[in-house]
């Protein structure tokens, strides 16, 4: 055989997965320009619907319900179809969803509309983390980080975009509309992509079918995680304005800091990807989060515990979701629809902690807020433990 045509065959199927990998990077990023949309908008979604900012708070829980049912049907949908149709749809719908949002003027039928949004950024979420693992396999951590250090730019440039768009336009509708269009392009370049297989379909799954006991550690670890960086990074600003430890506009600067450091976290979990087991990376990351936090609570009345406390979760956090995902490609096959069931897990955790959060912060002060994200961080490990010891006793069986 002749060695460059060997060269080029062997090539082929790299530059396949990079073109694949780039894809979905591209379908993630899209997916946190719409996340990180709502927040700065909301004041001008009230204004827009004649609502009360708290009433139009409830479209935060409308979304996220609408995410936890697009995840559970979005990755049955991933292991019956071609996985490329179904993400392209997706993000189409996520699209229109958001180039409709500034023409509705009643909060009922605004509800129902980010439900929506909700239920297409599921299914865009639970795609995009599932194919790349069945396009990588058992190497997929450090692409697992650079897939979600993509949707961390895109949650970053998003209040940027909206604040310049309303700055210029005097509104919020064209910056969903710029938006809606910056989300179109992931989808056009996955369908001309061929999707790829599951590991179930073509034997080169981690272990098989799904254990639906693994698929229940996993999904309760990602609950208390991601209802922790949610609670943190929702209350921090609150937090720091209770607490008298600074006025709005250095609180706002805190939660940006809480944000960058966590963006540049998970670009740093690229390489450790490559490194370290996914096990060591989670035990160092969940002991730099609780280690930040006390600190944070050791000296709650010190201005620079609290920055320091808040860069350092931001960077011990950043890695734990795509670690965890890595996790458990390393011990079971991941599906479509076990994919569905660990990011409703994390929907779950992002309802139910802050809120109890918001529950606690006036009645119990301030500090109940971070003692609860410390409990969860806690209950977090207490889970981790038992995920590593009923991983061994499935490795010794096996």
């Avoid at 946190?32 to 935060?60: H, I, N, V």
């Avoid at 490329?84 to 909060?107: E, K, N, S």
């Avoid at 600074?246 to 940006?256: H, I, R």
């Avoid at 995902?325 to 955790?349: H, N, P, Q, V, Y």
Wanted: with cysteine.
């Amino acid at each position: 055989m002749n060695p460059s045509a060997s060269l080029r065959a062997e090539a082929a199927p790299k530059a396949r997965a990079l073109s694949l990998t780039f894809g979905y990077y591209v379908a993630l990023m899209a997916l946190g320009l719409t996340t990180a949309s709502m927040g700065p908008t909301l004041p001008g979604l009230a204004a827009q619907t004649g609502a009360r900012l708290a009433e139009a708070g409830f479209l935060f829980t409308a979304r996220s319900l609408g995410y936890m049912l697009g995840s559970l049907a979005g990755g049955r949908l991933y292991d019956r179809l071609r996985g490329h149709t179904v993400l392209a749809a997706a993000l189409a719908i996520a699209a229109t969803a958001m180039a409709a949002v500034p023409l509705v003027p009643r909060l009922s039928l605004l509800t129902v509309l980010l439900a929506a949004l909700g239920l297409a950024e599921g299914a865009v979420d639970v795609g995009a983390n599932t194919l790349l693992v069945w396009v990588h396999r058992d190497r997929v951590g450090p692409f697992m980080n650079g897939l979600h250090f993509f949707f961390g730019i895109g949650a970053f440039v998003s209040p940027i975009v909206v604040a310049q768009v309303i700055l210029h336009s005097g509104g919020i509708a064209w910056a969903y509309w710029v938006l809606a269009l910056a989300v179109l392009p992931g989808a056009l370049w996955l369908l001309r992509l061929p999707s790829p297989q599951d590991g179930v379909a073509t034997g080169r799954g981690a272990a098989g079918r799904p254990d639906t006991a693994l698929v229940a550690l996993v999904a309760a670890f990602l609950c208390l995680y991601v209802g922790a960086e949610v609670g943190f990074g929702g209350w921090v600003y609150t937090y720091a304005l209770a607490m008298g430890l600074s006025g709005p506009a250095t609180a706002a600067y805190l939660t940006s800091a809480f944000w960058g450091s966590f963006t540049v976290g998970r670009f740093l979990g690229i390489p450790l990807a490559a490194r370290f087991r996914p096990q060591a990376i989670l035990a160092g990351d969940l002991l730099g989060c609780v280690a930040s936090l006390a600190i944070l609570l050791a000296w709650p009345h010190s201005t620079v515990a609290l920055w320091l406390g808040s860069l350092g979760v931001g960077l011990a956090m950043a890695s734990i979701f795509p670690t965890t995902i890595s996790l458990a490609e390393r011990r079971m096959a991941i599906t479509g629809r076990a994919t569905g069931w660990l990011l409703a897990g994390g929907g779950a955790g992002s309802m139910l902690l802050p809120w109890l959060m918001g529950q606690a912060f006036e009645p119990l002060g301030p500090r109940a807020a971070m003692f609860a994200i410390l409990a969860a961080l806690l209950l977090a490990a207490a889970v981790f433990a038992a995920l590593t010891a009923a991983s061994a006793r499935r490795a010794e069986r096996r």
